[in-house]
Protein backbone atom coordinates (compact mmCIF):
# COMPACT_ATOMS: atom_id res chain seq x y z
CA UNK A 1 0.00 0.00 0.00
CA UNK A 2 1.50 3.41 -0.87
CA UNK A 3 1.88 5.82 1.85
CA UNK A 4 1.10 9.66 0.86
CA UNK A 5 4.12 11.39 2.33
CA UNK A 6 7.53 11.45 0.30
CA UNK A 7 9.77 7.65 0.93
CA UNK A 8 12.93 7.95 2.92
CA UNK A 9 15.91 7.10 1.04
CA UNK A 10 18.08 4.96 3.69
CA UNK A 11 21.45 3.60 3.45
CA UNK A 12 23.23 0.68 5.78
CA UNK A 13 26.61 0.66 6.97
CA UNK A 14 27.76 -3.23 8.07
CA UNK A 15 26.27 -6.05 6.22
CA UNK A 16 26.23 -8.65 8.83
CA UNK A 17 24.09 -9.97 10.81
CA UNK A 18 22.13 -7.02 12.58
CA UNK A 19 22.44 -5.16 8.81
CA UNK A 20 21.40 -7.64 6.72
CA UNK A 21 19.10 -9.86 9.09
CA UNK A 22 17.79 -7.02 10.88
CA UNK A 23 17.21 -3.55 9.14
CA UNK A 24 17.39 -4.72 5.54
CA UNK A 25 14.84 -7.76 6.39
CA UNK A 26 12.31 -5.08 7.54
CA UNK A 27 12.79 -2.39 5.13
CA UNK A 28 12.24 -4.98 2.46
CA UNK A 29 8.67 -4.99 3.63
CA UNK A 30 8.02 -1.07 4.18
CA UNK A 31 7.67 1.11 0.83
CA UNK A 32 8.30 3.80 3.13
CA UNK A 33 11.84 3.23 2.60
CA UNK A 34 14.10 2.86 -0.41
CA UNK A 35 17.29 1.92 -0.08
CA UNK A 36 20.05 3.87 -2.13
CA UNK A 37 23.26 2.46 -0.80
CA UNK A 38 25.23 -0.13 1.70
CA UNK A 39 28.71 -0.40 3.05
CA UNK A 40 31.07 -2.79 4.50
CA UNK A 41 34.39 -3.87 4.07
CA UNK A 42 33.95 -7.23 3.11
CA UNK A 43 34.26 -7.39 -1.28
CA UNK A 44 31.77 -10.46 -1.26
CA UNK A 45 29.30 -9.05 0.93
CA UNK A 46 29.38 -5.63 -0.75
CA UNK A 47 28.88 -7.93 -4.55
CA UNK A 48 25.60 -9.64 -2.83
CA UNK A 49 23.79 -6.98 -1.15
CA UNK A 50 24.68 -4.25 -3.63
CA UNK A 51 22.70 -6.99 -6.44
CA UNK A 52 20.22 -7.82 -4.58
CA UNK A 53 19.11 -4.47 -3.48
CA UNK A 54 20.28 -2.37 -6.59
CA UNK A 55 22.22 0.20 -5.48
CA UNK A 56 26.14 0.95 -5.29
CA UNK A 57 27.81 -0.64 -2.69
CA UNK A 58 31.26 1.11 -0.47
CA UNK A 59 33.70 -0.10 1.45
CA UNK A 60 33.31 2.16 4.08
CA UNK A 61 30.86 4.66 6.08
CA UNK A 62 33.27 7.91 4.84
CA UNK A 63 33.13 6.74 1.31
CA UNK A 64 29.27 5.91 1.75
CA UNK A 65 28.51 9.46 3.16
CA UNK A 66 30.55 11.11 -0.05
CA UNK A 67 28.88 8.80 -2.36
CA UNK A 68 25.52 8.49 -1.65
CA UNK A 69 22.64 11.02 -0.46
CA UNK A 70 20.61 8.75 1.54
CA UNK A 71 18.42 10.71 4.60
CA UNK A 72 19.03 8.11 6.97
CA UNK A 73 21.68 6.01 7.34
CA UNK A 74 21.82 3.21 9.04
CA UNK A 75 24.78 1.89 11.22
CA UNK A 76 25.28 -1.64 12.53
CA UNK A 77 29.08 -2.07 12.63
CA UNK A 78 30.68 -3.74 15.59
CA UNK A 79 29.92 -2.21 18.81
CA UNK A 80 33.65 -0.68 19.23
CA UNK A 81 33.04 2.15 15.63
CA UNK A 82 29.66 3.03 16.84
CA UNK A 83 30.84 6.30 18.10
CA UNK A 84 32.92 7.27 15.78
CA UNK A 85 30.62 6.31 12.93
CA UNK A 86 27.36 7.31 14.29
CA UNK A 87 29.20 10.98 14.45
CA UNK A 88 30.25 10.60 10.85
CA UNK A 89 26.93 10.40 9.79
CA UNK A 90 25.87 13.14 12.41
CA UNK A 91 28.50 15.57 10.77
CA UNK A 92 27.24 14.82 7.46
CA UNK A 93 24.01 15.85 8.43
CA UNK A 94 21.81 12.86 7.79
CA UNK A 95 19.71 11.32 10.69
CA UNK A 96 21.16 7.94 12.51
CA UNK A 97 19.91 4.76 13.74
CA UNK A 98 22.14 3.07 15.25
CA UNK A 99 22.71 -0.20 16.88
CA UNK A 100 23.18 -1.11 20.18
CA UNK A 101 24.66 -0.37 22.36
CA UNK A 102 24.88 3.27 22.15
CA UNK A 103 28.87 3.44 22.61
CA UNK A 104 31.64 2.13 24.69
CA UNK A 105 30.68 3.53 27.89
CA UNK A 106 28.50 6.58 29.40
CA UNK A 107 30.75 9.50 28.67
CA UNK A 108 31.14 8.68 24.79
CA UNK A 109 27.31 7.88 25.08
CA UNK A 110 26.49 11.52 26.40
CA UNK A 111 29.13 13.21 23.92
CA UNK A 112 27.38 11.14 21.06
CA UNK A 113 24.18 12.47 22.63
CA UNK A 114 24.93 16.04 22.68
CA UNK A 115 26.85 15.94 19.19
CA UNK A 116 23.04 15.00 17.77
CA UNK A 117 21.55 17.70 20.10
CA UNK A 118 23.88 20.45 18.14
CA UNK A 119 23.50 19.07 14.63
CA UNK A 120 19.80 19.05 14.82
CA UNK A 121 19.50 15.23 13.52
CA UNK A 122 17.78 12.50 15.09
CA UNK A 123 20.04 10.00 16.14
CA UNK A 124 17.99 6.75 17.34
CA UNK A 125 19.22 3.87 19.35
CA UNK A 126 18.33 0.32 17.99
CA UNK A 127 16.06 -0.98 21.58
CA UNK A 128 13.89 -3.03 19.83
CA UNK A 129 12.22 -4.19 22.96
CA UNK A 130 10.41 -0.58 23.40
CA UNK A 131 8.26 -1.60 20.18
CA UNK A 132 7.37 -4.90 21.70
CA UNK A 133 4.09 -6.14 23.49
CA UNK A 134 5.82 -7.24 26.38
CA UNK A 135 6.63 -3.75 27.31
CA UNK A 136 3.26 -2.35 26.81
CA UNK A 137 1.37 -5.08 28.66
CA UNK A 138 3.55 -4.83 31.83
CA UNK A 139 3.18 -1.33 31.93
CA UNK A 140 -0.82 -1.56 31.89
CA UNK A 141 -0.40 -3.78 34.53
CA UNK A 142 1.50 -1.65 36.72
CA UNK A 143 -1.11 1.35 35.78
CA UNK A 144 -4.09 -0.46 36.36
CA UNK A 145 -3.05 -0.68 39.87
CA UNK A 146 -4.20 -3.96 40.13
CA UNK A 147 -1.39 -5.22 42.49
CA UNK A 148 -1.77 -2.40 44.90
CA UNK A 149 1.16 -0.05 45.12
CA UNK A 150 4.79 -1.68 43.24
CA UNK A 151 7.64 -2.08 45.04
CA UNK A 152 9.60 -4.23 43.43
CA UNK A 153 10.26 -5.33 39.61
CA UNK A 154 12.55 -8.62 38.77
CA UNK A 155 13.60 -9.35 34.82
CA UNK A 156 15.66 -12.59 34.61
CA UNK A 157 16.91 -13.01 30.92
CA UNK A 158 19.13 -16.03 31.06
CA UNK A 159 20.02 -19.04 29.54
CA UNK A 160 23.07 -21.22 28.89
CA UNK A 161 25.28 -21.20 25.48
CA UNK A 162 28.70 -19.88 25.13
CA UNK A 163 30.06 -17.99 22.83
CA UNK A 164 33.37 -17.98 20.71
CA UNK A 165 32.64 -15.12 18.53
CA UNK A 166 34.17 -11.49 18.64
CA UNK A 167 31.36 -10.37 21.52
CA UNK A 168 33.35 -11.92 24.06
CA UNK A 169 35.95 -9.37 23.76
CA UNK A 170 36.21 -6.89 26.00
CA UNK A 171 38.29 -5.05 22.99
CA UNK A 172 35.26 -5.20 20.87
CA UNK A 173 32.81 -3.57 23.07
CA UNK A 174 31.47 -7.17 23.81
CA UNK A 175 29.86 -8.57 26.48
CA UNK A 176 26.31 -9.89 27.81
CA UNK A 177 25.57 -6.46 29.07
CA UNK A 178 25.83 -4.65 25.68
CA UNK A 179 24.20 -7.08 23.78
CA UNK A 180 21.05 -8.04 25.76
CA UNK A 181 21.50 -6.03 28.74
CA UNK A 182 20.75 -3.40 26.51
CA UNK A 183 17.31 -4.65 25.60
CA UNK A 184 16.19 -5.47 29.33
CA UNK A 185 17.33 -2.30 30.24
CA UNK A 186 15.36 -0.54 27.85
CA UNK A 187 12.26 -1.49 29.09
CA UNK A 188 13.08 -1.92 32.76
CA UNK A 189 14.02 1.41 33.42
CA UNK A 190 10.91 2.97 32.08
CA UNK A 191 8.67 0.39 34.23
CA UNK A 192 10.01 1.08 37.18
CA UNK A 193 10.04 5.19 36.67
CA UNK A 194 11.83 6.76 38.96
CA UNK A 195 15.82 7.84 38.54
CA UNK A 196 18.51 5.14 40.24
CA UNK A 197 19.95 6.22 42.91
CA UNK A 198 22.13 3.12 44.13
CA UNK A 199 23.40 0.18 42.28
CA UNK A 200 24.79 -3.16 43.18
CA UNK A 201 26.23 -5.22 40.96
CA UNK A 202 27.99 -8.74 40.12
CA UNK A 203 29.65 -9.00 36.88
CA UNK A 204 31.18 -12.15 35.78
CA UNK A 205 33.11 -13.56 33.18
CA UNK A 206 32.44 -17.57 33.55
CA UNK A 207 32.58 -19.39 30.42
CA UNK A 208 32.99 -17.85 27.49
CA UNK A 209 35.64 -17.98 24.72
CA UNK A 210 36.90 -14.14 25.28
CA UNK A 211 37.20 -12.31 28.61
CA UNK A 212 33.89 -9.92 28.30
CA UNK A 213 30.87 -10.73 30.77
CA UNK A 214 28.68 -13.62 30.05
CA UNK A 215 26.55 -13.16 33.54
CA UNK A 216 25.68 -9.57 34.94
CA UNK A 217 23.20 -9.19 38.55
CA UNK A 218 22.22 -6.23 39.02
CA UNK A 219 19.75 -4.51 42.11
CA UNK A 220 18.62 -0.91 41.38
CA UNK A 221 17.02 1.48 43.59
CA UNK A 222 15.04 4.49 42.74
CA UNK A 223 14.03 7.39 44.37
CA UNK A 224 10.23 6.52 43.92
CA UNK A 225 11.01 3.71 46.35
CA UNK A 226 10.52 0.84 43.09
CA UNK A 227 13.81 -1.83 43.66
CA UNK A 228 14.60 -3.68 40.67
CA UNK A 229 16.05 -6.99 39.86
CA UNK A 230 17.78 -7.70 36.89
CA UNK A 231 19.28 -11.02 35.91
CA UNK A 232 21.14 -11.31 32.14
CA UNK A 233 23.18 -14.40 31.41
CA UNK A 234 24.15 -17.05 29.61
CA UNK A 235 25.54 -18.82 32.09
CA UNK A 236 22.41 -19.82 33.93
CA UNK A 237 21.36 -23.74 32.99
CA UNK A 238 17.80 -23.36 34.82
CA UNK A 239 16.90 -19.83 34.73
CA UNK A 240 14.28 -18.07 36.48
CA UNK A 241 10.66 -16.05 35.82
CA UNK A 242 11.26 -13.46 33.29
CA UNK A 243 9.00 -11.16 34.56
CA UNK A 244 8.19 -10.64 37.85
CA UNK A 245 6.04 -7.89 39.39
CA UNK A 246 5.13 -6.95 43.11
CA UNK A 247 3.06 -5.24 44.78
CA UNK A 248 0.94 -4.63 48.11
CA UNK A 249 -1.59 -7.19 47.16
CA UNK A 250 -0.79 -9.00 44.18
CA UNK A 251 1.76 -10.36 41.71
CA UNK A 252 2.63 -11.02 37.98
CA UNK A 253 4.64 -13.43 37.01
CA UNK A 254 5.94 -14.87 33.88
CA UNK A 255 8.43 -17.49 31.88
CA UNK A 256 8.33 -15.47 28.92
CA UNK A 257 6.39 -17.97 26.75
CA UNK A 258 3.16 -15.80 25.91
CA UNK A 259 1.70 -15.61 29.39
CA UNK A 260 1.38 -13.91 32.79
CA UNK A 261 0.01 -15.29 36.07
CA UNK A 262 -1.53 -13.30 37.99
CA UNK A 263 -2.36 -13.16 41.73
CA UNK A 264 -3.76 -10.21 43.53
CA UNK A 265 -6.50 -9.27 45.90
CA UNK A 266 -9.12 -6.20 46.33
CA UNK A 267 -7.79 -4.26 49.87
CA UNK A 268 -10.65 -3.03 49.98
CA UNK A 269 -12.80 -6.26 50.37
CA UNK A 270 -10.26 -7.76 52.63
CA UNK A 271 -10.98 -8.23 56.44
CA UNK A 272 -9.57 -5.29 58.40
CA UNK A 273 -5.93 -5.90 59.91
CA UNK A 274 -6.17 -4.42 63.77
CA UNK A 275 -2.81 -4.24 65.86
CA UNK A 276 -2.14 -6.40 68.26
CA UNK A 277 0.38 -4.96 70.57
CA UNK A 278 0.28 -7.38 73.55
CA UNK A 279 1.83 -11.32 73.52
CA UNK A 280 0.95 -12.98 70.30
CA UNK A 281 -1.71 -15.62 70.33
CA UNK A 282 -2.66 -19.01 68.03
CA UNK A 283 -4.92 -17.36 65.42
CA UNK A 284 -6.78 -19.28 61.92
CA UNK A 285 -4.65 -18.84 58.80
CA UNK A 286 -6.00 -15.46 57.51
CA UNK A 287 -8.48 -15.73 54.68
CA UNK A 288 -7.98 -13.23 51.88
CA UNK A 289 -9.78 -13.06 48.74
CA UNK A 290 -7.60 -14.21 46.40
CA UNK A 291 -7.79 -13.97 42.46
CA UNK A 292 -5.67 -16.25 39.96
CA UNK A 293 -5.29 -15.60 36.55
CA UNK A 294 -3.34 -16.06 33.45
CA UNK A 295 -3.43 -13.61 30.70
CA UNK A 296 -1.98 -14.12 27.13
CA UNK A 297 0.85 -11.51 26.86
CA UNK A 298 -0.77 -9.26 24.30
CA UNK A 299 -1.09 -5.48 23.84
CA UNK A 300 -1.17 -2.84 21.54
CA UNK A 301 2.15 -1.24 20.38
CA UNK A 302 2.17 2.41 18.56
CA UNK A 303 4.70 1.46 16.07
CA UNK A 304 5.66 -2.28 14.32
CA UNK A 305 9.47 -1.59 15.44
CA UNK A 306 12.10 1.11 15.10
CA UNK A 307 11.85 2.29 11.54
CA UNK A 308 7.81 2.65 11.65
CA UNK A 309 8.98 5.28 14.64
CA UNK A 310 11.74 6.98 12.45
CA UNK A 311 9.75 7.54 9.58
CA UNK A 312 6.85 9.42 11.94
CA UNK A 313 9.65 10.94 13.76
CA UNK A 314 11.19 12.48 10.21
CA UNK A 315 8.39 12.95 8.56
CA UNK A 316 5.73 13.73 10.41
CA UNK A 317 7.79 15.21 14.00
CA UNK A 318 6.25 12.01 16.23
CA UNK A 319 7.48 11.40 19.57
CA UNK A 320 10.86 9.16 19.05
CA UNK A 321 10.65 6.32 21.50
CA UNK A 322 14.20 5.10 21.50
CA UNK A 323 16.03 8.60 21.41
CA UNK A 324 19.83 8.68 22.46
CA UNK A 325 18.40 10.58 25.02
CA UNK A 326 16.58 7.82 26.47
CA UNK A 327 19.56 5.66 25.56
CA UNK A 328 21.83 7.14 28.15
CA UNK A 329 20.35 6.02 31.18
CA UNK A 330 20.78 2.43 29.72
CA UNK A 331 24.54 3.55 29.05
CA UNK A 332 24.40 4.58 32.62
CA UNK A 333 23.59 1.74 34.31
CA UNK A 334 25.68 -0.84 31.90
CA UNK A 335 29.11 1.57 33.11
CA UNK A 336 27.77 1.78 36.70
CA UNK A 337 27.79 -1.93 37.25
CA UNK A 338 30.77 -2.75 35.00
CA UNK A 339 33.65 -0.20 36.78
CA UNK A 340 31.33 0.19 39.89
CA UNK A 341 30.87 3.76 39.93
CA UNK A 342 27.91 6.27 39.04
CA UNK A 343 29.19 7.88 35.52
CA UNK A 344 26.73 10.89 35.79
CA UNK A 345 27.24 11.14 40.20
CA UNK A 346 28.82 9.88 43.50
CA UNK A 347 30.09 5.99 43.83
CA UNK A 348 27.61 4.67 45.93
CA UNK A 349 27.63 1.26 44.07
CA UNK A 350 28.91 -1.71 46.28
CA UNK A 351 30.25 -4.40 43.80
CA UNK A 352 32.02 -8.17 43.61
Known amino acids: MSHPLKPIDVAVVGLGIAGTGIHLKALRQDPRFRVTGVADPDPERQERVSAEWKCPAFSSVDELL ?11 TPTHFHERDARAVLDHGRHCLLEKPMALGYQAAASLHQHACNRQRLLAINHSHLYRSDFYFLREVIRSGLLGELFEISFNWSSYKRRNDWQTLRANGGGHLGNHGTHALSILLPLVGGRVTSLSASVRHLKDAGDA ?9 TDNGIAANLIVSTCLAIPGPRYALYGSHGAAVSDGSGTVRLRYYDAKAAPPLALVSGPRQPAPPESLPWAEEVREIKAEVPYRNVH ?9 QAPLLSSSGEALEVMRMIDWAVTGRDPAGADTTQKD
Open 66 to 76: EGCDAELVIIA
Open 308 to 316: DNLFSSIRE
Open 213 to 221: EDHAHLFLK
